[in-house]
C-alpha cells in the first residue's frame, strides 16, 4: 500500500472505481481500466474485492453497485434532520415547480442530502448524496458565508476554488466581496457557476450557536429561473422555507 499525503492510494482507487460504476452502471474491466487510468489486472483485483465483499455485483460482463450502499446511505443520512425537513422541502418544490434541495455541511463540503423534484420539472444531473462545492453552489455559498469568522478563512485557505464553468468564482478576493453580500441578506445565488444552463437561490439555516449548519435552495434551467422569478419571488419562497426548518430546530 503506498500513501499519498495522509491517504491510502489503493483505497482511493475503490473508491474512484465505485464511483465510476455509480456514473455508469454495467462497465465491464476493461471500460472501468480505461475510467481510472489503470491496467486491467489492477482494476481487477479491485473489483474482485469490492464483489467479495458484496459493494459489487456482476451481471454478464459488467458491475454493478450492490444494495449494501443503501443501507449506508441510510445510516448516515439519519445524522440530518430530515423528517424535519422533508415536508418544506417538499413543499417548496411543488410551489415552485423547480428542483428543492437540502444543502448540509460535511467538513469542508456540502452534500445534497435530499433533493425532491416535483413533477414536470427538469431534473439535471445531481443526485442524493452529491458534493455541492461551498463556493461554487448557492446553497455552498450560503453556509461559508455564515461560518465563523476564523473558520471560513481556514476553510478557504485550505481550498483551490476549482471552476466548475466559465462563471465559477475562482478568486479569494471576489469571493469573499459576495459572502459578504450573502451574510447581509441571507440569501446567495449561483448563476451558471456549477452547472452551465442552470441556477440557484438559497438560504442558511442558523443554529443555536449564530452558525450556518445547512441551507435550503431550488434550482432551475436559467430559462425558467431568470430576472423577477430567481431574485424575488424564488428568494421570498426560500428564505421562508429555511426559517421553517430552523424554528422547527431551534424548538426540538
Request: aromatic share 4%; proline share 3%; with cysteine.
Amino acid at each position: 500500500m503506498s500513501d499519498t499525503g495522509r491517504g491510502v492510494k489503493t483505497t482511493e482507487t475503490s473508491f474512484r472505481i465505485v464511483e465510476a460504476i455509480r456514473d455508469e452502471p454495467g462497465l465491464g474491466i476493461s471500460a472501468l481500466g480505461r475510467e481510472v487510468g489503470l491496467s486491467k489486472g489492477a482494476v481487477s483485483k479491485h473489483v474482485h474485492t469490492l464483489t467479495d465483499l458484496g459493494y459489487l455485483v456482476r451481471e454478464g460482463d459488467g458491475y454493478y453497485l450492490s444494495n449494501r450502499f443503501l443501507s449506508l446511505g441510510i445510516q448516515a443520512r439519519e445524522r440530518f434532520p430530515i423528517e424535519h425537513v422533508r415536508p418544506v422541502v417538499s413543499d417548496l418544490a411543488e410551489t415552485t415547480g423547480h428542483v428543492a434541495n437540502f444543502i448540509a455541511r460535511e467538513d469542508d463540503r456540502g452534500i445534497y442530502a435530499l433533493r425532491i423534484r416535483p413533477d414536470g420539472s427538469e431534473d439535471g444531473d445531481i443526485a442524493e448524496g452529491d458534493v455541492a462545492p461551498l463556493h461554487a453552489t448557492a446553497g455552498g455559498k450560503a453556509i461559508l458565508a455564515h461560518l465563523p469568522a476564523d473558520e471560513k478563512r481556514a476553510l478557504l485557505a485550505d481550498s483551490s476554488l476549482p471552476a466548475y464553468t466559465e462563471k465559477t468564482l475562482t478568486d479569494r478576493a471576489d469571493l469573499e466581496r459576495e459572502l459578504r453580500s450573502v451574510r447581509d441578506r441571507r440569501v446567495a445565488f449561483d448563476r451558471e457557476e456549477y452547472r452551465k444552463g442552470h441556477q440557484c437561490v438559497a438560504s442558511p439555516i442558523i443554529g443555536s450557536e449564530g452558525t450556518a449548519i445547512d441551507a435550503i435552495s431550488v434550482t432551475g434551467s436559467d430559462y425558467h429561473m431568470s430576472g423577477k422569478r430567481l431574485e424575488e419571488d424564488a428568494v421570498g419562497l426560500v428564505t421562508s422555507a429555511a426559517k421553517s426548518v430552523e424554528n422547527a430546530l431551534l424548538s426540538r
